[in-house]
């Protein structure tokens, strides 16, 4: 009998998958050195077939930061909105979601981070609308970990002399775990989670009440 035909792939599951080959791309040769006719190959797709997707590489650099971004502001949602109505279980989710989306994609991370914190150097040839979205959506980000911040000084639960010094500090322990951590240790990626929170809340001169 004949075997199956296989089932050929929706435009939108290509892009994401060039998306997600891409970012690995980057990670592992570097932007420059990774051309558009590699991360076609390593797709299975012609270049100009990679072309009907995206215009140019930026494009794709672009769509990779934008992914990460989207994730991760709605991983955190999610998770502040799971942990209820108390700043400190509020931070802890905020934290544990952090952990769990930049250790769930450690391979790529590194190399995301610097495109997100070093705006000019790697995305420098973005047109300035791109630019100004990458950190609208950094600042979702942060705003939503400042005004847990914010809502647990006015209850008395957290004491810290600068809310958005606080957020930055809690924000960069997570990001530079991906220099670091490894899945395969003995640490697992909730112990990780779980004493992130518990720093993160020290940080913010926070206690469990």
Known sequence: ???????????????????????????????????????????????????????????????????????????????????????????????????????????????????LYNVDQLVGGLPAARRRKLIQMQRSFLDRLRDILNAGESEGVFAFENGTTTAFAIIGIVDFAVYWFRTEGALTVEDLAGQYGDLAVRMAGGRDA
Request: net charge positive; hydrophobic share 45%; charged share 20%.
């Open 1 to 115: 009998m004949a075997q199956a035909r296989k089932r050929s792939r929706s435009a939108r599951e290509t892009k994401t998958l060039i998306i997600r080959e891409a970012a690995k791309l980057f990670a592992t040769r570097g932007y420059e050195r990774t051309s558009m006719g590699a991360i076609a190959s390593a797709i299975g797709i012609s270049a100009p077939a990679l072309y009907y997707h995206f215009d140019s590489k930026d494009e794709i650099l672009y769509a990779t930061l934008e992914n990460t971004l989207i994730q991760l502001n709605l991983m955190s949602a999610e998770g502040v909105t799971a942990a209820g109505a108390s700043p400190v279980a509020q931070l802890r989710g905020f934290v544990r979601a952090h952990v769990h989306h930049d250790v769930g994609n450690v391979d790529i991370m590194p190399m995301l981070n610097a495109g």
